[in-house]
C-alpha cells in the first residue's frame, strides 16, 4: 500500500515560517509527481505546489508563489514544503498528494493543520 505520512503543521503568527514533510512509501512507479494541496474551512481543496520526479519542474499556486519552496530528498523519499512569509489566508489542512505520470494512480496523505493567526 502507498502510505503518505505528513507533519510540520501547526500554530505561528503571521510573517512565520513552517516546513512540511511528507514521507511517501509503497510506491513502485518510476515516475511521478509529488506535491501539497490545502483545503481551508469552507473551500474547495486547491494545489499549492509540486514537483515531478522526470525533469524536476515545478508548480507554485500564484497565491504562494515566491513565499513557499517545495524540494524533495529522494533518498529518504521525502518531500518537503518551506513556507515563509505566512499569512492568515494560509491556514488550512495542508495534505500531501503523489499521483502517477502515466497511469490512474493518486495518493493523499492524511492532512496536517496550518494555523497563521493575524
Known amino acids: 500500500d502507498v502510505q503518505l505520512q505528513a507533519s510540520g503543521g501547526g500554530l505561528v503568527q503571521a510573517g512565520g515560517s513552517l516546513r512540511l514533510s511528507c514521507v511517501a512509501a509503497?510506491?513502485?512507479?518510476?515516475?511521478?509527481?509529488i506535491g501539497w494541496f490545502r483545503q481551508a474551512p469552507g473551500k474547495e481543496r486547491e494545489g499549492v505546489s509540486c514537483?515531478?520526479?522526470?525533469?524536476?519542474?515545478?508548480y507554485y499556486s500564484p497565491s504562494v508563489k515566491g513565499r513557499f519552496t517545495i524540494s524533495t530528498d529522494n533518498a529518504k523519499n521525502t518531500v518537503y514544503l518551506q513556507m515563509n512569509s505566512l499569512k492568515p489566508e494560509d491556514t488550512a489542512v495542508y495534505y500531501c498528494?503523489?499521483?502517477?505520470?502515466?497511469?490512474?494512480?493518486?495518493?493523499w496523505g492524511q492532512g496536517t493543520q496550518v494555523t497563521v493567526s493575524s
Open positions: 514537483i515531478s520526479d522526470w525533469d524536476g519542474s515545478t
Open positions: 498528494n503523489i499521483v502517477r505520470r502515466w497511469g490512474t494512480e493518486n495518493y
Open positions: 509503497g510506491f513502485t512507479f518510476d515516475e511521478y509527481a
